[in-house]
């Protein structure tokens, strides 16, 4: 369960509308805290190019997403918003695989940085 750390903190939102975007690609977050996040998503047609594998910018929106989160709930709840996502694709992603996802944070301060794995 996700808390905010103190008082002044807005409450975390509900689980399902966290990232719709990635609700609806039928991603699941298998842990959130404030030092990691991880989650999973099946490669389904809905996020394949027409060769069958995983679109490079699903694997961008996943990124972005998790870092997001991980940022967010690091800061107790705050809105926050990336710099930078950058993204290599070194192995493909079939249809019907799974990806697992891990971000970490590389420096927590008065800026958060994530980064994803």
């Known amino acids: 369960m996700i808390k905010a750390e103190d008082s002044s903190s807005p409450p975390p939102p509900p689980m399902a509308s966290i ?3 990635l609700h609806a690609l039928g991603f ?3 842990l ?3 030092g990691k996040l991880t989650g999973r ?5 809905t996020c394949c190019q027409p060769f069958d594998v995983l679109n490079g910018g699903v694997s961008a929106l ?3 997403s998790v870092a997001s989160l991980g940022a967010y709930v690091a800061s107790g709840f705050r809105r926050v918003a990336g710099v930078q996502l950058c993204t290599n ?3 493909a ?3 019907g695989e799974e990806v697992e996802a891990e971000a970490k944070p590389i420096q927590v301060g008065g800026a958060i940085q994530w980064t994803r794995y």
């Not at 998503?41 to 047609?45: H, I, N, S």
Request: aromatic share 4%; proline share 4%.
């Open 93 to 95: 992603a079939l249809l």
């Open 32 to 34: 959130i805290s404030p």
């Open 62 to 64: 996943v990124a972005e």
């Open 28 to 30: 699941q977050y298998t």
């Open 41 to 45: 998503l099946k490669v389904t047609e």
């Open 89 to 91: 694709h070194v192995k």
């Open 19 to 21: 990232d719709r975007s």
